[in-house]
């Protein structure tokens, strides 16, 4: 069974096998196949300026074993949209405790494509509007490829585009913000077969937050 675990800096050391894991996966995906050799570290690990102690993970794991995850970083500090890529937004890039950016979204290449049961990538997608209505935020940065768009909408997201897609070492990337509401998580869990709340708090404070009972037919 596929459980989605909360990484923070309180909990980190609970996790330290499972982020060697998750940071070697990411060097896989990220240097290997995609050829982003400005991410290239000699001991086979994908870590940058951004995987702060105030980062937060979402970690799938599979009886131990990563096969997704995904970052957060709060807009009031430093993120990948405000140092490096400030020219995807026209417009001023909001620093405030209620949104945060969420970047390195990726899946295991043997559980990509699966849609049913539900799919990490399922399990991921509800994880982060969870994880948001957890923290009480308003809306989620992110910067993808302009496939995603539709992707996201599929499932009920509304997105807002900061500016026009830009090529970024070969693709083409848009930045975005996200809204955040029970309503979308509601919607989200339904379109993807995601039965409730997915996030694991294991040794770390889990914020009080309920989210609405789904209609049995989601089960």
Not at 43 to 55: L, M, N, S, V, Y
Not at 62 to 91: A, C, K, W, Y
Request: proline share 6%; charged share 25%; with cysteine.
């Amino acid at each position: 069974m596929i459980e989605i675990h909360v990484v923070r800096r309180d909990n980190s050391h609970l996790y330290t096998e499972e982020l060697e894991q998750y940071f070697r996966a990411r060097y896989q995906i990220y240097v290997c196949e995609r050829g982003w050799m400005d991410l290239d570290r000699p001991d086979g690990r994908e870590i940058d300026q951004f995987d702060t102690p105030e980062a937060s993970h979402l970690l799938a794991l599979d009886n131990g074993r990563v096969v997704g995850g995904h970052r957060f970083n709060p807009s009031i500090g430093p993120t990948l949209l405000n140092e490096v890529f400030p020219q995807l937004s026209l417009l001023p890039l909001a620093r405030s405790p209620d949104v945060y950016e969420t970047t390195r979204l990726w899946v295991a290449k043997e559980q990509r494509g699966r849609y049913a049961h539900p799919s990490v990538e399922s399990l991921l997608l509800a994880g982060t509007m969870e994880f948001a209505l957890a923290l009480k935020l308003r809306h989620i940065r992110v910067i993808f490829e302009t496939w995603w768009l539709s992707r996201f909408q599929s499932i009920g997201w509304k997105l807002h585009p900061l500016g026009v897609p830009q090529d970024i070492n070969g693709l083409n990337c848009v930045a975005v913000l996200k809204d955040v509401s029970e309503a979308i998580w509601m919607e989200t869990c339904i379109k993807r077969s995601v039965a409730g709340p997915v996030l694991i708090w294991n040794g770390t404070a889990r914020p009080s937050y309920r989210l609405p009972e789904l209609l049995p037919a989601v089960a």
